[in-house]
């Protein structure tokens, strides 16, 4: 199994910048991918960014050019930096991992960032 463990959330004006850190533990030779979702106030939880074993990248629209998603492998870990946020960023962040044969699914216990407008 991998367990995951997050930190870094807080509040920040809107324009500021945060960095999330997500901290993985267990069977990381296993993991396929890292990921972040986020879960608005009445919304669903949705894909913010992910990051494949092979290093590439994918972004949600909404955070292209804003935010960055990276991994530092020596310390099992995986970063969100935010940039220019904004009040529609304000959510729950959740960091994910797929991992083994089946791509299971792990979840961090979730992080709150909120924007100040």
């Known amino acids: 199994q991998v367990q995951l463990v997050e930190s870094g959330g807080g509040l920040v004006q809107a324009g500021g910048s945060l960095r999330l850190s997500c901290a993985a533990s267990?069977?990381?030779?296993?993991?396929?991918?890292m990921g972040w979702y986020r879960q608005g106030p009445g919304k669903q939880r949705e894909l913010v960014a992910v990051?494949?074993?092979?290093?590439?990248?994918f972004y949600a629209d909404s955070v292209k050019g804003r935010f960055t998603i990276s991994s530092d492998n020596a310390k099992n870990t995986v970063y969100l930096q935010m940039n220019s946020l904004k009040p529609e960023d304000t959510a729950v962040y959740y960091c994910?991992?797929?991992?083994?044969?089946?791509?299971?699914?792990?979840w961090g216990q979730g992080t709150q960032v909120t924007v100040s407008s």
């Open positions: 994910n991992a797929k991992w083994g044969q089946s791509d299971w699914d792990s």
């Open positions: 267990g069977s990381i030779f296993s993991i396929n991918a």
């Open positions: 990051i494949s074993s092979d290093g590439s990248t």
